[in-house]
């Protein structure tokens, strides 16, 4: 029999011998605090993972929780709504609890990354979800470093490579809003797209651009623009478009948001969609079919996006050896009334 000379509760003095620091060191390591060089603090959380070191709030053995936190920049759009109604259907499938954080709802963090990855392991959260939200390079790795199963869907920032991600297909559905506008005839089409660092809003301006260029059409840089995924982005980029020499007699946004943004400043505008411009949208939720007139849009499967973010979470915590850390579903678009030929005397 092999023995194990490990002491059977370990203490942070132990972990500390372990790596020749003071215990000092490895309780700011433990709680979060910034103060420690970067060498230091990765050999002191090699050593509390190798030894077993558990904090005093999972030594007073309470019990592990199949809990789920989702963070959100907000949720005040159809998009969020429907992907955590996936999110919760599938946790309610599945014995899980889902608690929800909302960045755009709260100050400045007064954790760290090392405080606030180690406080989800001591409330006992089996993994998290980050949807739509921008989150740091160095937060992800304290999550990772935990083994704390994460899953990102349509990332404000770029994630690492090897986090789990969940999205659709973003560049073929902005080929298809595209080549939509095309078969109608038209050839002056503009791009409303959310921010720069979206990867989901350059995979739709890419297949955007795929398919003017496809055609033999050069893609003019003012009639592409970029900002966030909300009404106001639209409304604001639909005026700068009016105001040029020669306006596009189609816009293709990337959201519903941005569409809605779009078709009330139209109206303001006295502007009629789609008899003097026609609008595409992009994720296919509920706004898409109520909105005057219903708007045309690439429909992304939202609730089967949430749905398998948990999955990934469960399958993370069962230990599966997973072959992909991307799933990507595919969207396919859906004609309303707010596309249509162009008039030869639309606009201009």
């Not at 890419?206 to 893609?219: D, F, P």
Request: net charge negative; glycine share 8%; proline share 6%.
């Amino acid at each position: 029999m092999v023995s194990d000379d490990r002491p059977s509760k370990l203490t942070l003095s132990a972990v500390a011998q372990e790596v020749g620091v003071s215990v000092p060191t490895v309780s700011k390591v433990v709680n979060g605090r910034a103060d420690v060089a970067q060498g230091t603090r990765t050999r002191v959380l090699e050593a509390l993972q190798r030894t077993g070191y558990k904090t005093p709030l999972q030594r007073k053995g309470k019990p592990v929780q199949r809990t789920v936190e989702a963070v959100f920049d907000s949720l005040n759009s159809a998009y969020n709504m429907e992907i955590l109604n996936g999110v919760m259907e599938q946790a309610n499938l599945s014995g899980m609890e889902v608690v929800l954080s909302v960045t755009g709802l709260q100050a400045p963090p007064s954790l760290g990354p090392e405080e606030r990855a180690q406080r989800m392991i001591d409330e006992g959260r089996s993994g998290m979800i980050v949807v739509t939200s921008a989150f740091g390079a160095t937060q992800l790795e304290a999550f990772q470093r935990r083994q704390i199963p994460i899953v990102v869907i349509d990332p404000l920032n770029p994630p690492p490579s090897n986090l789990f991600s969940v999205g659709a297909s973003n560049w073929a559905g902005g080929k298809a809003a595209a080549m939509h506008l095309l078969e109608l005839g038209h050839r002056r089409i503009a791009f409303i797209g959310g921010p720069d660092t979206a990867e989901c809003s350059q995979a739709r301006l890419h297949g955007y651009m795929a398919a003017l260029m496809a055609e033999g059409i050069t893609v003019e840089h003012e009639y592409v623009s970029a900002g966030k995924f909300r009404p106001e982005n639209g409304a604001a980029a639909f005026k700068a478009l009016l105001a040029l020499e020669d306006p596009p007699t189609a816009i293709f946004a990337g959201s519903d948001s941005i569409a809605l943004g779009v078709l009330a400043e139209a109206r303001r505008q006295d502007v009629r969609i789609p008899e003097e411009m026609s609008l595409v949208g992009f994720d296919g939720t509920y706004q898409a079919e109520e909105s005057i007139p219903p708007l045309t849009s690439v429909s992304q499967p939202l609730q089967e996006i949430g749905r398998s973010a948990l999955n990934f979470i469960l399958r993370q915590m069962q230990g599966e050896e997973i072959d992909s850390r991307r799933v990507e579903l595919a969207t396919h678009l859906v004609v309303r009334e707010s596309t249509a030929p162009p008039r030869a005397t639309a606009l201009r």
